[in-house]
Structure formats: structure tokens, C-alpha cells
């Protein structure tokens, strides 16, 4: 199941329908999947935060929160650190206490001291100190058991199980009734058999209807849990059909399910992504982990070449507009087969290709002549060779949108982060830091209108808890605290290990 807070149903028609994924939703699971994968070595608080970007870019964040959350079932995270961290920060509060830490310099006296009575230095202490807090903790292995396509499969499967967990009654039509009566006896549900009559639906005369007093419902997970593990069973026998009654805040609705909404994943086999050789599959997954303008896109449509069609190993669509650029992985082969590729590649036309060439193979200038982008590897593709190929195409685009906007930029909103103003206008970051603001001040990474400055300088003064300044900047949509503080004039007095104080500058 998922939690409650990520349930996605539909009420129309005064009904109760889950809202399943589609088959556009496959590429997001795939990057969720891929960010996790991206992302082991990392600390959690690295993973969450491209979570939340992720987030930014979809149509519904509880989907990918959705997705999250099952991929995270099978991530492995672990406590990092050269010293034991509750050890560490009982030495590191003795330090502080007898310091009495208020500026940097202090706090720096403390972290030595308590240093020195660990035996270790104080880069270690200061690593050490909250290493075991969840978003420090480091991701060490993800063993996810579905592709893209399971991962959408179990997504569905877990969303009709936490929308019946608030469900009172279960009426269940199967073609093999016999297995769900054997599961609803195995899960000591309270049921009944009653007779049905024959639609012609190949099921089963019968209708099983799990049901129990209202005070089990009320004051108890227990039903709505085995509700869901019944489904789970029953989606796995064939033809059947799954009416529930559902509490929705006091309101009766009703939740229909049939062997066409859903399957058990695990039912059939996972068709994991497959690559042709070690050498892309490697490439797939380290780009995966970066933080790019370009999403990678494993085998793209066919391209014609003359008489024949070749179908690229990747192609890295720009996320601010309809431009691709494809990518072709040349590894070790035989000359008959690299004779045959640089003629498909010399025949392609008005197409952006990037070609990633075997050392070994000598044609890096064969492929540059027939106006290929080569990029000679050895053993893996570098990273910083695509990535440097694909900033020469972002500079092109970004100058063409930027051409494109009026060199003046009004926001409707009081305060706006520039990433989301981008996203607004269908373009990178890059194009409108260079552009003007006439009626807001750039604070840090944030667009700020002179009045909300003027109302926050009202309300935040010297001696205020951080805690308490940083909540005024909630309100209002501003998180980079330190860049608007320091823009009225303060200045954070950090007190002991954690917290602060906001003072004027000095």
C-alpha cells in the first residue's frame, strides 16, 4: 500500500475510482527509478532533493511521490561515519558548553576541542556529529524488482489498496471462488457467500461479501490492511470482479474494480532494459545521476538512411522544447559493420548526432569529415565529453529563446524562484537571469517584489530566533533565508551546534 497522503481518486458521478497510471507515465517512473539508481553513494537529503525537482516537472507530485515510495522499499540506506554519532555530539555539547559558543570562530574552538578528546580531527567530528539523521544518511544499494513498465504495474496495485483501506464492506465475484474464500479465511476476515445469479461473465454464481461490525472500522487498521493483501490475492485468480463500499469522510461511495484494472505484479516476467553492450548500459545509468537540461532516451524512433533505417542508440531530448540530439555508442566491431554504420551515418539529413567512437577503431576523423560530432572513448564513455558536446547545443537554443523574450520580465507573483518563472516561459534558468526585472529585486535565486521587502523588514528584527525568521519567509514563498536576510541588512549569530540568532551586520 501507500500512505493515505498520497491516495490520487476520482469522485466523479458521486463514485470512488482510483486514478490509475497510464502508459505516458512510464518515462516518469523510469526517472524515478533512475534517480535512485543516480544517487547511491549519495545522502538522502541529495536523493529528496532531486525528488522534489522531479516533482516540479510532472503533472501530479503524488505520482512521483507515489513511485518514491515504492522504489524506496528496495533502497538500502546506511549511517556514515568515522566516530559514533550520539558519542560524537555529547563530547562535541561538553565542548560547546564550556566555550560558550556564539560566533563561527567559537564554534570552530569547540569542534577542536571536542576533536581532541575523541582522537580524531575536526572535519571528522563535524561529519560525524548528526551523520545518523535520515537525510543524512547515505544510499547504499537499490535492488528495485520491477522496470518502468512493473513499477507502473505495482503502482496501480498499491493505490486500489490504500483506497480500500477505508472501505466497509467487500462484495467479491471471482471465476476460481474457491481460492478467494481460502484467502479470506487465512486473512480471519468475517464473510458471507451469497447467491449472485449468472451474468455470463465467466465468473462464479456466487458473490463472496467480506464484511464486519462498524466499530472494527472505526477504531482499527487491522481490516483495512487485510482489505488490501485480499486484493492483491484476488487479482492474481483470473477472471473477477471487486465492488467495495467505501467511508469517504462520512459520505458512502462505491469503488468497482475488474481483472482488466489491474494486475499482480510478478504474475508474468519483468522484461528488464536491455542494451547491446556493457558500454551503454554503463553510460545509461551514470547519466541518469546527473543534473542536466536533457532527458536520455534509450533507442528513439527509426531515422532513414537512404534505403535503410537506423535506430540510434539514445537521443537526448532538451527539456524547455521540441530539439533532439541522437547518440550513437560505436564499440569494438568488425570493419564490414563500422563500414556499414559511417554509410548510414553520412546518409542521415537535418539530424543533430553525436557518435561516441572506439579509440581502438580509428574513424574519429572519418566520422568528423561526414559532419558526425565524434567523442573518442576508451573502455566507458566520459561523462564530461557529452555533457561539454551538449552545452554547445544549449548555448544555441538558449540564445534563441532569449532573443525570443522582451528584455524586461513582469512577474504577476510577489515572489518567485527563477527556476519556476523558466518553467513558466518554456525555458532554461539561463535565459532569464540575463533578462531585467523592473518591478522586483533579485534576491539570491529569487525574484522578490520591493513591498514584500519591505513588509518583511517590518516583521524581522535583531534578536529573532532564526527558527522564527525563516517561518515569516515560509509565509510569503521565500526559502533562501540567508541571501534575504543578508539583503536587509542581518547577519545569522549561530548559538551552540544547531540554531540561531539574527543580528545586524556588522
Known sequence: MLTKDL????????GYRPRFSTPDDRRLAARVIGVYQGHTGETRADLDEALADLEGEADDFKLVRGFAKLVDRAATFETRAVIDPERTR???????????????????????????????????????????????????????????????????????????????EVRIRSSDPRAVVTVVKR?????????????????????????????????????????????????????WTFAATIDDHGTERELRLTDEDLRVPGTEPVVEV?????????????????????DLVREPEPLETGARVMIPDFAFEWKYGEFRVYFEIMGFWTPEYVE??????????????L?????????????????????PYSKRVRLKDVRDALRGYEERLNDERAAALPDELVPEADVVPLADLAADYGVSEAVVEGKRF??????????????????LDEVIEAGMALSAAEARLDEVGVDDASALLSKLGYRVEWEGLSGGTVREKR
Open 340 to 353: 556499414k554504420k559511417l554509410t548510414q551515418i553520412e546518409e542521415l539529413e537535418t539530424v543533430e548526432l
Open 438 to 455: 523592473p518591478e522586483h529585486k533579485r534576491v539570491g535565486r529569487t525574484l522578490v517584489r520591493p513591498a514584500v521587502l519591505a513588509d
Open 90 to 168: 555529547s563530547t562535541a555539547f561538553a565542548a560547546a558548553e564550556s566555550v560558550g559558543v556564539v560566533t563561527e570562530a567559537e564554534r570552530e574552538t569547540a569542534l577542536s576541542r571536542a576533536a581532541d578528546a575523541l582522537d580524531a580531527s575536526p572535519a571528522d567530528v563535524g561529519r560525524s556529529l548528526y551523520a545518523d539523521l535520515d537525510e543524512r544518511q547515505v544510499l547504499v544499494a537499490v535492488d528495485v524488482p520491477w522496470d518502468p513498465d512493473g513499477l507502473l504495474t505495482q503502482y496501480d496495485l498499491s493505490l486500489a489498496q490504500t483506497a480500500l483501506f477505508d472501505a466497509t
Open 274 to 294: 536491455s542494451y547491446d553492450s556493457a558500454v551503454e548500459a554503463d553510460f545509461a545509468t551514470r547519466f541518469a545521476s546527473l543534473d542536466l537540461d536533457w
Open 187 to 239: 486473512l480471519r476476515l468475517m464473510y458471507e457467500i451469497r447467491k449472485a445469479g449468472d451474468t455470463g461473465e465467466a465468473l462464479s454464481e456466487r458473490e463472496v461479501v467480506v464484511t464486519g461490525p462498524d466499530s472494527v472500522f472505526r477504531r482499527t487498521r487491522r481490516y483495512g490492511t487485510r482489505f488490501a493483501r485480499l486484493l492483491r490475492s484476488v487479482a492474481g485468480t483470473g477472471r
Open 355 to 375: 557518435v561516441a567512437v572506439d579509440d581502438s577503431l580509428g574513424v574519429g576523423e572519418e566520422l568528423d569529415a561526414r559532419d558526425a560530432r565524434a567523442i
Open 7 to 14: 491516495l490520487r481518486v476520482s469522485r466523479a458521478g458521486g
